[in-house]
């Protein structure tokens, strides 16, 4: 049985990259907005992310 090869595999696309304290413009903080939701992106004292809503 001869299989035949889908020439059109999927690739994958690279996600964006953001820097966090770029977003933050240097400081703790960044509102996200997505759709008519509004986020806060903050950078805690550890270095760590949040994101809430």
Same mark, same amino acid.
């Given at each position: 049985?001869?299989?035949?090869?889908?020439?059109?595999?999927?690739?994958?696309?690279?996600?964006?990259?953001h820097h966090?304290?770029?977003?933050?413009?240097?400081?703790?903080?960044?509102?996200?907005?997505?759709?008519?939701?509004?986020?806060?992106?903050?950078?805690?004292?550890?270095?760590k %992310?949040? %994101?809430?809503?």
């Open positions: 049985m001869n299989m035949v090869r889908n020439t059109h595999e999927a690739r994958e696309i690279p996600s964006p990259l966090a304290e770029e977003l933050t413009l240097g400081g703790r903080t960044a509102k996200i907005m997505l759709g008519d939701a509004l986020y806060t992106l903050r950078i805690t004292k550890a270095g %992310l949040i %994101l809430t809503k």
